[in-house]
C-alpha cells in the first residue's frame, strides 16, 4: 500500500482546500453575532467578504502558482502551500475581528491555490499506466465528497465546539498531509518552464479583486455610487491592463489565442455563469435558515446536503451514460436544469414556508451540476492542443473560482434589495434589512407575532429575487454554451478529458504529463 501514499497526501490537501470553501456558510450566523459589535465590517459586506476573499484568492493566483510550481518544483509549491494554509487557518480562528478575519481567510486562499494548482502534476508524475487513472479516480471522488462534507462538517464543529473550531481543525490535516508528503513525493519539475508572468498576475488579482469589491457595494450605495463606481472603473482598466499584458508577454500566465476557439471560450463562459447559479445562493440561503427558521447548524447543513447528493450521484455515473454525447449538449443541458432548478425554487418560495419547498429545486440543480461538470473539464481539454492542457485546465478552475466570487457579490446586491422591498409595507427602515442580511433576524423577531410577519416576508422576497437571477445566469450560460461550443471540439482526442473540479460533481480523469493545475 506504499505505493498509495502519495494519493493519500495530495488527497489530505484537496479535501481541506476544497471543504473551506463551503464550510464557513453555515458558520455565517454565529460569526455575525460574534463580531456584530467590532465595526461595519461585521454586517452583511463583511460576511460576504469571508466567502468571497477566499475563492478570489484561488482564482487569481491559481494560474500564477501552477508556473512557479513548474519552475522551482511541485512538492515544494505544495508544501509551501500546506504551511501557508496552516499558519492562515491558525489565525482565522484566532481573529479578534471581522478585519483580521477576512486578511487571513484571503491569506488562506493563497495556501490553497499552491496547494490546488500541483495536485494534478503531483500525481501525474507519481503515477503510470493503470494506476494514474486509478489515482485520479480516487481524487475526483474526494473533491466531490469534500463539497458535499463542508457544510455538515461546519455545522457539526459550530454547533459543539464553536465557529472558530472550522479553522482549527485544519491544523492536524495540514501536519499529517506534511508528514506523508515528505515522506512519499518525491520532486518533480518542468525543465521547458519559462519565466513568472508577474505583471499579468498582479493585473488580474487587481481587476478581480476590485470587481468583486465593487459589486458587492452596490447593496450600500446603488450603481451610480462613488464607491461603487470608483473600483469597477478601476477593475475594468485592470483587466484591460492584464490583457494587453498577456498579448505582449514572451510567457503569458494565459495564452488568449486560446479563445479563438469558439468552443474554449464557450466552455470559460459555461464555468463562470455555472458556479455562479448553482453555488452563491447557498449562503444567503443558510443564513436564512438559521436567523429566521432558527435552525441550527446541522440542520441548516442537512438542508444543503440534497444538491451535493444528487450532483454526486449523477456526476458517478455520467461519464458512462453520456459517453459520446456532444459536449455543447451535456454542458447546455447541465446548465439548463441548473437554471430550472434555481427558478424552481423561486417559484415555491413565499413567506412561511419552511425549509422543504427548497428540496426539489436543489435536487435539480443537483442533477445539473452533476452533468455538467465532467462534460466541461473534458471539453475544454479537447478544445486545445495537448500541449496546452496544463493552462486550459488552469484557466477552467480560475473562471469558476471567478464565478463562485463574483455570483456571491452580485446575488448579495439582490438579496438586499428583496429584503429592502419586502420591508416597503411594514414600515422598517434600511438598518432592518441590514441587520436582516447579517443573520441578526432573531433579535428582531423577540419582538413578537407581528415582527414574525414582516421577517418572513422580507426573507420571502430577498430569496426569490436571489433565486431568479440565478436562474437566469444559468439559462444565459447555457445558450452561450449551445451557441459557441462545437459538437465536436478541436483537438479531442482519447484520453484528454480534464481532472475534476471543485464543486459537488467531481469526476476524475488522468491527466496530461503537462498539467500544472
Known sequence: MRKWLPLTAVCLGAFMLLVDVTIVMVALPDMAADMASESSLGGFAGLQWVMDVYALALAALLLGAGSLADRIGRRRVYL???????????????????????????????????????????????????????????????????????PIIGGLLTEHFGWRWIFFINLPVCALAVYVTLRSVTESRDPRAKGLD?????????????????????????????????????GVAAFAAFVLVELRSSHPMLDLSLFRSRSFAGVMAGALLLSGAAFSYLMYVSLWLQSAEGMSPVSAGLVLVPLSISSFAVSAVAGRLLHGAPARLTIGGGLL???AGALLQAWMTDAGDGWSVLVPG????????????????????????????????????????????????????VFQAG?????SG??????????????????LLAAGPAARVWVEEAFASGLRGTFLTSGLMGLAGALVVLVLVRTEAPGQGPGQAAAPLPGPAAAGAPAPERASV
Not at 429584503?419 to 420591508?423: F, K, M, Q, T
Not at 411594514?426 to 433579535?443: F, I, K, P, V
Open 80 to 150: 509551501g502551500g500546506l504551511g501557508i494554509f496552516a499558519a492562515a487557518s491558525l489565525a482565522c480562528g484566532l481573529a479578534g475581528g471581522p478585519a483580521a478575519l477576512i486578511a487571513f481567510r484571503a491569506v488562506q486562499g493563497i495556501g490553497g491555490a499552491a496547494m490546488f494548482a500541483t495536485t494534478m502534476a503531483l500525481l501525474s508524475s507519481a503515477y503510470q499506466g493503470r494506476d494514474r487513472g486509478v489515482a485520479f479516480g480516487v481524487w475526483g471522488a474526494v473533491n466531490g465528497a469534500a463539497a458535499a462534507a463542508g
Open 198 to 234: 508577474l505583471p499579468g498576475m498582479a493585473a488580474f488579482t487587481t481587476g478581480a479583486a476590485a470587481v468583486t469589491y465593487a459589486l458587492i457595494r452596490v447593496g450600500e450605495n446603488g450603481w451610480t455610487g462613488a464607491a461603487t463606481l470608483g473600483p469597477l472603473g478601476l
Open 337 to 339: 436544469l441548473i437554471g
Open 362 to 413: 436543489l435536487v435539480v440543480t443537483g442533477l445539473g451540476v452533476g452533468m455538467a461538470t465532467p462534460a466541461l473539464a473534458a471539453a475544454a481539454m479537447g478544445a486545445v492542443a495537448p500541449a496546452r492542457a496544463g493552462m486550459a485546465g488552469g484557466a477552467l478552475n480560475t473562471a469558476r473560482q471567478l464565478g463562485m466570487a463574483l455570483g456571491i457579490a452580485v446575488l448579495g446586491a
Open 419 to 423: 429584503l429592502r422591498d419586502g420591508l
Open 426 to 443: 411594514s414600515g422598517q427602515g434600511h438598518g432592518t434589512a441590514e441587520a436582516l442580511a447579517s443573520g441578526r433576524a432573531g433579535q
